[in-house]
């Protein structure tokens, strides 16, 4: 009986193998792999919405070697007539439709010294593309089309429940090479990247995408297809390394540079310092992590939720805070109207509060030549120009210099005047604020320095609070 059963087996299995049998039909039925994946689905939607971007700039100036030597520039008109016929460069670049009436999203990079933009679609209809407005300290840059056809857009998604690890996807036109998609993960979160001297970005989101010259202003997708980035390529010689702005600080841009042209950026009415290990003992602080306050300026949203000189600034909405370029970084990304909640201790308790974002008041900018420039400015009256012997009776007189500050070291003196902040005109009190407030949007600013008949330019560092 178990022989019979054993050769029954052996039989059945063999028909099985030999017919093709039951087992090998149930497979070629069962569903095939679903080759339609959510990364398919996410470019599909959103790769119309991403544009190619090239730009012509102006070419370089040519000097007319016969100026100096005519005095009077007789050759001008046949030096601008050869300049003209040079070629104009040309660059490329990405970026993303973010709204149906035709407004784009990109770097600042990618179209700075523009003279013309011109936007390819996917389905290569091509615009001459106008700009909104730039900011070079966020590197983003808002440019329109217009059409008589609708427009592919995304809608913006958010960045401040990204995950490490989770899946993203880049679109872009990495060295030309139109509508590339790159996927991979979110590699690491509030990135702070140094690019060149001077220049901070903070916050970035590094995902291992390819993200290539090109690709930069492009989107960086989810999984959903939401916008949660924008792709900014700042390590050319990187392998497996990109960087995205997040969104929800792009969106704070945005909706300032459709608006108004430019980005107001926001102030709290604080300075700070770095905690030294000695300042941390004396503030009952275990650590030299966050930024101590050393002035809270009177009708400050500061001064109204009571911040107050000695507490500590530990963290901004959940965010650590590490020292005081941190906490200026971390501000530059707040636009007036925005509200902040800051965790800070004092007297060995920690506590929160919540402020509001507001613009800086013009009467804030004779504080900001005593903290950042270390000088004390006043309007020339006919005392002072008595007082200084001057020359003129435009701009503003300097009074005070403090020792250790960089203005003192180069040479500037009390009885100095100050004649132009950066390209704009000073020619009373008035014209200076307002001059020095905008000169804040910037790491350094040029002066034009007026001394007896003589005048100089020197350019300064800016620590304005």
């Known amino acids: 009986m178990m022989i019979n059963g054993w050769v029954r087996a052996v039989c059945l299995l063999g028909a099985i193998v030999l017919a093709g049998g039951s087992v090998r039909t149930s497979v070629s039925h069962a569903e095939p792999f679903p080759r339609r994946t959510p990364v398919v689905e996410a470019v599909q939607q959103v790769g119309p919405a991403v544009v190619n971007i090239f730009t012509e700039e102006a070419p370089p100036q040519v000097k007319n070697p016969f100026r100096d030597f005519f005095g009077n520039g007789l050759l001008d008109p046949f030096f601008r007539q050869f300049n003209s016929q040079g070629s104009q460069r040309r660059s490329l670049g990405s970026g993303v439709l973010i709204h149906p009436d035709g407004y784009i999203l990109t770097n600042e990079h990618v179209i700075a010294k523009a003279v013309r933009i011109q936007v390819t ?7 001459d593309a106008k700009l909104i407005g730039a900011d070079l300290k966020s590197d983003l840059a808002v440019i329109k089309i217009d059409s008589d056809q609708p427009l592919p857009y995304v809608k913006m998604g958010r960045s401040h429940d990204l995950m490490i690890g989770e899946t993203v996807i880049a679109i872009g036109n990495p060295f030309g090479l139109k509508h590339t998609v790159t996927s991979g993960i979110i590699s690491a979160l509030d990135r702070t990247i140094h690019a060149g001297e001077r220049e901070i970005y903070n916050d970035f989101i590094q995902v291992d995408a390819s993200i290539n010259p090109g690709n930069s202003g492009g989107p960086l997708l989810n999984i959903n297809g939401e916008l949660i980035g924008i792709n900014t390529a700042i390590f050319q010689d990187a392998q497996g390394i990109g960087f995205a702005i997040p969104i929800d600080t792009a969106r704070r841009i945005v909706e300032d ?11 709290i009415g604080v300075a700070v310092q770095d905690l030294t290990p000695m300042l941390a003992r004396q503030f009952a602080m275990e650590h030299t992590r966050g930024a101590l306050v050393t002035q809270v300026f009177e009708n400050s949203p500061a001064s109204r939720v009571g911040l107050k000189p000695g507490d500590v600034l530990t963290a901004i909405d959940g965010h650590e805070l590490l020292d005081k370029a941190d906490f200026k970084r971390k501000l530059t990304s707040y636009t007036v109207g925005d509200s902040m909640e800051v965790t800070y201790r004092r007297a060995g308790r920690d506590a929160r509060l919540r402020l509001d974002v507001v613009r800086i008041p013009d009467s804030a900018a004779l504080q900001f030549a005593k903290e950042g420039l270390g000088i004390e400015v006043r309007g020339i009256t006919p005392d002072l120009r008595q007082r200084f012997r001057l020359a003129t009776s435009q701009g503003v007189v300097i009074v005070s210099v403090r020792r250790n500050s960089e203005t003192y070291q180069i040479g500037i003196r009390p009885g100095d005047v100050i004649r132009q902040v950066n390209q704009v005109v ?5 014209s200076f604020n307002e001059a020095l407030i905008e000169a804040r949007k910037h790491s350094s600013v040029l002066l034009l320095v007026q001394r007896g008949q003589s005048g100089y330019y020197v350019t300064l560092n800016l620590e304005l609070p």
Not at 121 to 127: G, K, S, T, V
Not at 257 to 267: A, D, K, M
Not at 426 to 430: C, E, G, K, L, Y
Request: proline residues 0%; aromatic residues 18%.
């Open 121 to 127: 679609l996917i389905d290569n209809r091509e615009f």
């Open 426 to 430: 000073v020619t009373d009190q008035a």
């Open 257 to 267: 540079l459709i608006e108004f042209g430019e980005v107001f950026r926001g102030w």
